[in-house]
Each structure stands twice: as structure tokens, then as C-alpha cells.
């Protein structure tokens, strides 16, 4: 009988991270944790303080995941590379989604990323306040694209045909006209709904390069 690797913490947050990707979070606990790994639940406790410690290392290798700003690097650059990286790892880990900003507790890897992220901004010439505001308008993006790409019904290609065809039949084309213009729009070959998260990046990014240049303030 082959011997069973000692139990660590790493151990541990990475059996969490698998149960959690097969299962989702709502079914992960200590006890099933616990029994993936063969062990007494009890035993867990000499290594994680319980639940929320056990999400805390979990959520912080999420962050280590993601790509790392490169503070003095081109802010643009670091920051659609951040934010591409991060969507693809909440894809992977959906059930990081809710948790990447409610920890009280970060670990280092998420304590370096927000501060690698603020430094490139900061590097890239904006202002603390202004740093603040392109990090939460970044994120909204990141964070609410994801979600609504998790959301949806259907895949881009035969899924996204079906769904249209469901509606088209549940409502006529002329009760619906701007809808049915779009998703005749939509089911041409090579539109792809998850190309809308770049579309939008590319905006914000405009956007936030002209206010660093043209000052901090918010037009009215």
C-alpha cells in the first residue's frame, strides 16, 4: 500500500481548489475536504483555522495565477495582460468570482498583485485617486463581463443559434425588431460573444489614457 503524502496546507487549499472546481463552493466543507484527502476532519484544524481560512489560501492562489503588473512597464499593456489573464483563471476557477474581493484576510500573493497593479498605474503617471478609480472601473469590467459570460445560456456557435430560435418563435420579428436585427447580427459566422470583453477593455483603456493626460476631474 503506497504511503500517503504528508498533509500540508498547500495540501490542503489545493484539495479545496479541486473540490470547489468539481462541485462548486456550496458543497465544499471541511468534512468533504476532509474525506477527498482520506484524513479525520480534525486533522485539517492543525493547518487551516477553519473555513474562511481555508478560502483565504484558495482565493490567494487564484491571484497567483493571474499575470502580475509589471510596475514601470507600459500601464495599457500590463493592465489588458492583467485583465485577459484574470479572465481566463475565473473562467477555469468559477467559483472565485464572489470570493476575489470579500477576504478580510488576504494572503501575500493577493496583497502583491493589488499593489503591482496600483504601482504600474502609479508608474504610468496617474494620480492616487486616479490609480483608485481606473482599478475599480477595471475590475467592474473584468468581474461583470465574467459573470455575465458564466451566465449565459449558451455558447458562442450551435448553443447561441438555438437560444435564438426559441425566442424568434416566442415572440414575432416585428413585436421585437431591434432585437431580431441583432441576432441575425449576431449569428454570422465569426462573432464570437466573448470578443465583447476585449471591445470593452480597449474602451476603458482609451478612456482612462485620455483622463491621465487631460486631468483627474469628471466632466459633466
Known sequence: ??????????????????????????????????????????????????????????????????????????????????????????KAHPWALGLVDSRSHPGPATLVHHDAVLGCLRAGGFSVPMAGHAFALLDAHLYGFVTQELALPFDDGDDLAAVAADVGAAMPVDVLPHLAEFMHHALRPGYRFGAEFGYGLELILEALEARRTGGDAPRR
Not at 466543507?29 to 484524513?39: E, F, H, N, P, Y
Not at 484544524?45 to 503588473?69: E, I, N, S
Open 1 to 90: 500500500m503506497a504511503k500517503r503524502a504528508p498533509l500540508t496546507r498547500d495540501a490542503i487549499v489545493a484539495a479545496g481548489i479541486g473540490l470547489a472546481d468539481h462541485d462548486g463552493l456550496a458543497r465544499l466543507s471541511m468534512r468533504s475536504l476532509a474525506t477527498a484527502l482520506g484524513v479525520e476532519a480534525m486533522s485539517l484544524y492543525h493547518h487551516v483555522r477553519d473555513k474562511d481560512d481555508l478560502l483565504d489560501g484558495m482565493v490567494d492562489v487564484v491571484f497567483g495565477l493571474m499575470h502580475l503588473p509589471e510596475v514601470g512597464g507600459d500601464w495599457r499593456d500590463q493592465m489588458r495582460a492583467r485583465a485577459e489573464s484574470a479572465r481566463e483563471v475565473l
